[in-house]
């Protein structure tokens, strides 16, 4: 019931709480001010629109100047809000043609009131809810002068060595598009008023892909590949509205996505329409030269105007090299022309040109409806993998707790990667909020300094804390700064003397009751025998210690589910749900084999000799502190035509004793195709609310838009013919019927 008051209070706070003085600007007649503008513009001014400083580049009056002769366009990292107005009144007050600047920054998982990294929030599988920590990130961040943030990454990734696993929303297109157009949403939402930040969907494209997890390796795509996995939540993102579109680090398939012309030029902006602009990532148009593309600058320049990006972050190729490009007939300046009308468009529709100041608010930030929301999603973020002997939640006749583990009370790490406005002081730890549930009975010792930390020197206190109580909850996991950009990892344990901690705390005999804390899936076969429970909470942000605390003591129950695949063995890399089956599957025959134990074969079958082929929990996996049964899946048709829907239902009852959310997954296979399609592909879900013994007869309906796949030729094809379609509890745990499509 407390949900459903938090949930009206964020409604009304949200209609309620925009900023009085409104951005106005009609999208009518934009196109006439740019013309009109464009044809005032000097060459230089033009480059200037085109090129993006970093803030801390020498505050100089040297970069005043720039700005008032219009030879910057945009500024990411503004630190100052005094600062940042004052550019902006040279631009717009002291510059010729007073256009004024944007301003960015990388606000990903919140500004000051940190949410769950994104991958942690996608495993709420509550849109809404992603939306609504969106909006606040959007309000907070606004309020400091920031216009345009460099979110949502909207990369599939299938390899947790990847450090920028963290940032995305796992591996499935359809979950990363609906979680990405939430995020642009609570953004964008009402892009006239100035609380509104500017989305930018990146890393475009294939930059999660990164061969063996290296943060910016090489990817290799098929086109199949890239239309039917990798562009679709972009696509639905530049539908939505999306106003801009980061080009990627990553050489995609010999050609580096900073200079792609197929991807940038072909796809998004004659297949797609795109009319908002492109701004490169992180200098990563003259590391073209590095990836053997481009011999120099000049080159550089070159390949990416004529790729289709419209704005240089911190290079400064374009700056250097636009006007010899145009002199020496390698360009005209209509593609100039063409990158500056994208760029002041996206400045037109935020209403930058009526207005460009920040006006300084009071209290902008840590609202209670903001700390609330991160709490709620900080909950159903949590993923509940194990539960054994139901020693969660907690016994509330138990008089002393053990609370242990160098993720405790680590109120920095729990904020994540990408958290650079997140405060640590500011964060609400597990230690602090489970103390203040049950005071006296809790008894801490950290065990470890922090998740690398090798040495064994605060164990026996932590023995001793578990001798004295009556369960231990360990804090493990990895630190914030082991996930994220350039933190990729080979070896996905639990770092540093974890492991060793978990067993000596099991030698006490306790119940164990395990949270990790993480940016990406961890591999947990060391410790699984000693934990009772595990409950997984990702990097939960500034309320992740209250939301935890929640799920310990039952006052709320998990409901989240898994977005990604976790793998056994590190050897099983990738491992993710919607693989294409082989002429020889794997089988129940390549299930149960202790890992690094060969076996003889027993099939001929794509699987391991040492190792269980599944993974060690699936993509949609989550268990409750009640149960849900399925049964009675029905499809309303045997056979479908093409404009038909095809309505799929099942039953699903909570046969436990806990009120719990579950959410209920519908998935297809396309049985024969002329190109094979993937085991199964998430269509659809919904998260619903079950009190003990009620049970609901949950509607989905199949569109043709859903049965269909992009073709060799790059057609998007509805094929008729055999159709399987699955409902349950995870990728796995299904019930499933058949029907065909004349
Ligand atoms: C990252 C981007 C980020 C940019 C600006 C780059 O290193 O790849 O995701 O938006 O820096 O900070």
Not at 112 to 122: D, H, K, N
Not at 142 to 162: C, E, L, V, Y
Request: aromatic share 10%; proline share 5%.
């Amino acid at each position: 019931m407390k949900w459903f008051f938090i949930g009206i209070a964020l409604s009304v706070f949200l209609i309620s709480c925009k900023r009085p003085a409104e951005r106005r600007s009609k999208s009518d007649g934009i196109e006439e001010k740019i013309d009109s503008l464009i044809g005032l513009m000097t060459f230089e001014e033009k480059i200037g629109q085109m090129q993006q400083l970093h803030f801390s580049q020498s505050v100089s009056d040297s970069l005043f100047n720039l700005v008032r002769k219009g030879q910057v366009g945009s500024f990411l990292n503004a630190d100052s809000l005094e600062l940042r107005n004052k550019l902006q009144r040279i631009a717009v007050e002291e510059s010729r043609l007073g256009i004024p600047l944007i301003f960015g920054r990388d606000v990903i998982h919140g500004f000051r009131t940190v949410f769950p990294i994104p991958l942690g929030q996608s495993a709420s599988w509550n849109d809404s809810l992603v939306k609504a920590a969106a909006r606040i990130a959007a309000l907070e961040a606004s309020s400091q002068g920031i216009d345009w943030t460099f979110s949502p990454m909207m990369d599939i990734a299938r390899d947790p060595r990847w450090g920028r696993i963290a940032e995305g929303c796992g591996e499935d297109p359809y979950l990363t598009s609906i979680m990405g157009i939430a995020m642009l949403q609570g953004y964008q939402d009402d892009l006239k008023n100035s609380s509104s930040l500017v989305a930018c969907g990146k890393h475009y494209v294939g930059y999660g892909a990164a061969e063996g997890g290296r943060d910016y390796n090489t990817t290799l795509i098929p086109e199949t590949e890239l239309r039917n996995v990798y562009l679709p939540p972009f696509k639905r993102f530049i539908e939505e509205g999306g106003l801009t579109i980061m080009s990627a680090f990553n050489d995609l398939n010999g050609t580096p996505a900073s200079g792609n012309e197929f991807t940038l030029r072909q796809v998004l902006r004659n297949e797609w329409n795109f009319n908002g602009f492109v701004v490169s990532d992180w200098n990563s148009m003259p590391e073209m030269i590095s990836h053997g593309y481009c011999k120099d600058e000049y080159e550089v320049a070159l390949r990416s105007i004529v790729a289709g990006v419209d704005m240089e972050m911190v290079g400064n190729a374009y700056y250097k090299n636009l006007y010899s490009l145009v002199k020496n007939g390698e360009i005209t300046e209509r593609l100039i022309n063409e990158s500056v009308r994208n760029i002041l468009r996206v400045k037109f529709k935020t209403g930058l040109f009526d207005q460009p100041f920040t006006e300084v608010e009071k209290q902008p930030f840590l609202k209670s409806v903001y700390l609330e929301t991160a709490r709620k999603l900080a909950e159903e973020s949590c993923v509940l993998l194990r539960n054994d002997k139901n020693v969660l939640p907690l016994n509330e006749r138990i008089s002393h707790i053990a609370v242990i583990g160098p993720l405790a009370d680590a109120n920095l790490d729990q904020l994540g990667t990408w958290s650079p406005d997140g405060r640590p002081e500011e964060t609400r730890t597990p230690l602090l909020a489970l103390k203040e549930i049950y005071a006296e009975k809790i008894v801490y010792a950290k065990g470890l300094e922090n998740s690398t930390d090798k040495s064994e020197k605060g164990f026996s206190e932590a023995v001793t804390a578990a001798n004295k109580s009556q369960v231990v909850i360990l804090f493990l996991g990895e630190g914030a700064l082991l996930s994220g950009e350039n933190h990729s990892r080979a070896y996905l344990r639990l770092p540093g003397a974890q492991v060793k901690l978990v067993e000596n705390i099991a030698a006490t005999g306790k119940p164990i009751i395990v949270v990790i804390m993480a940016g990406r899936p961890l591999i947990l076969s060391d410790i699984e025998r000693n934990a009772d429970a595990i409950l997984y909470a990702w990097h939960p942000g500034t309320m992740g210690g209250p939301a935890i605390a929640d799920l310990i003591s039952g006052n709320k129950n998990p409901s989240g589910k898994l977005t990604v695949s976790f793998p056994r063995f590190e050897g099983q890399i990738p491992v993710y749900y919607n693989h294409r089956n082989t002429g020889r599957p794997a089988s129940k025959l390549n299930t149960g084999i202790t890992a690094g134990d060969p076996v003889n074969p027993v099939n001929a079958a794509a699987a391991y000799l040492d190792l269980d082929y599944t993974p060690a929990y699936p993509f949609g996996y989550g268990l409750s502190y009640t149960t849900f049964e399925y049964s009675d899946l029905t499809v309303s048709a045997d056979t479908i035509s093409m404009n038909d829907e095809l309505k799929v239902s099942v039953v699903v009852k909570n046969t436990g004793k806990y009120n719990g959310s579950e959410i209920v997954q519908l998935y297809i296979h396309d049985r024969y195709a002329s190109l094979t399609r993937p085991v199964k592909e998430l269509k659809d879900f919904k998260k619903i609310a079950l009190e003990p013994g009620e049970s609901k007869r949950i509607e989905f309906y199949l569109t043709k838009d859903k049965l269909g796949f992009y073709n060799q030729s790059g057609q998007f094809i509805i094929e008729p013919g055999d159709f399987e379609v699955f409902a349950g509890k995870n990728s796995f745990d299904v019930l499933n019927a058949r029907f065909y499509l004349k």
